[in-house]
Nanobody
Framework: QVQLVESGGGLVQAGGSLRLSCAASGSIFGIFDMGWYRQTPGQQRELVAVISSGGTPNYGDSVKARFTISRDNAKNTVYLQMNSLKPEDTAVYYC??????????????WGQGTQVTVSS
């Protein structure tokens, strides 16, 4: 089975930085897009950043110029470097990936989420 495990969340003061990691493990033949989404209570999940297998990134409007997404394909891991954090960035951050398990089977997977809290 495939699972995504996030790490790196926590409490940080406004203006600080955090680096999130998400490692995919299990029966994996290949991984297409990997990315990060976030969600606060009562709100829909929003795109933070997505990166293609070739390294092309795409960012949500609220995090452009502050966050950087990257990946290490050899480790099946995606990272999110978050700088200049604001209280508005407080949310549960979820890892997402499109994973090829067989020649014809592709599935979309979500991690359990990691809490990021930014204090004033």
């Amino acid at each position: 089975q495939v699972q995504l495990v996030e790490s790196g969340g926590g409490l940080v003061q406004a203006g600080g930085s955090l680096r999130l990691s998400c490692a995919a493990s299990g029966s994996i033949f290949g991984i297409f897009d990997m990315g990060w989404y976030r969600q606060t209570p009562g709100q829909q999940r929003e795109l933070v950043a997505v990166i293609s297998s070739g390294g092309t990134p795409n960012y949500g409007d609220s995090v452009k110029a502050r966050f950087t997404i990257s990946r290490d394909n050899a480790k099946n891991t995606v990272y999110l470097q978050m700088n200049s954090l604001k209280p508005e960035d407080t949310a549960v951050y979820y890892c997402n990936a499109e994973i090829r398990r067989t020649a014809i089977v592709w599935n979309n997977y979500w991690g359990q989420g990691t809490q990021v809290t930014v204090s004033s």
